[in-house]
């Protein structure tokens, strides 16, 4: 029982910190979703309703930005549309990494150190995995016509 407690605690401190950037990734989808799905509560929907109003609304979020991606023709509007969607990532990946570092060190240097560095990783891994999931180019762009 010695030898399982550290190594659960370990376990478990890791999927909390997976759980915690996997969100910080999607930032505005999951904050627009639960914005508006508190705000239905509120409003009398239920907590059901409230639940799936949020999730609703989360996924319409992030298709849109999906949408935009893929049908915008201009490079400059889609760099502001994925900038649109990273710049919550960068400010959630910080406030987190800044939150585990003050746990961990007794430093405010060091804290704000890897408060940027957590920042910056969260930031390439949402603009990877938001950019990463969209079509390559228009469609029918890679057609072989004879």
Known sequence: MIIFGPLLAIVGIGFICWLLFTLAVFALPFFAGLTIGI??????????????????AGGVTFGIGQLALAFVPWAWLRLLIILLYVAPATVVGYSATHGIAQMAMPSPTWQTIFAVIGAIAVSVTAFVRFTGMTAPGPAGQGLARG
């Open 39 to 56: 705000w239905a509560f509120h409003t009398g929907a239920g907590v059901l309703g409230g639940i799936a109003v949020g999730l609703v």
